[in-house]
């Protein structure tokens, strides 16, 4: 294995998301600004996702479409007939 290659920084991280409000505790190097109080009494960074293992539709079974950022309904109006 090369050294030097991976980095050495690894922390302990909040990962939150906000479809659903889940979150859990993992290891990063992620930055983040903004912290959160975990059950265990100790702050901790906060990484906000999108979509995780408890909401995918891959993971959940359940075949719901989750749009954040509208892109269906940009699709829609820019490939409507006129």
């Known amino acids: 294995m090369k050294q030097g290659l991976h980095p050495e920084n690894y ?3 909040v990962f939150k998301d906000m479809s659903n409000g889940h979150s859990f ?3 990063s ?3 983040s600004r ?5 059950e265990d ?6 990484i906000k ?6 909401s995918h539709p891959f993971y959940t079974g359940k075949n719901v479409l989750v749009d954040t950022a509208g ?3 940009k699709f829609k ?3 409507a007939k006129k």
């Open 34 to 38: 903004e912290t959160i109080l975990w």
């Open 29 to 31: 190097t992620a930055n």
């Open 25 to 27: 505790l993992s290891r």
């Open 11 to 13: 922390r302990l991280v």
């Open 71 to 73: 892109r269906i309904d």
């Open 77 to 79: 109006k820019r490939y």
């Open 49 to 54: 996702l999108e979509i995780s293992n408890t």
């Open 41 to 46: 009494g100790v702050e901790y960074p906060v």
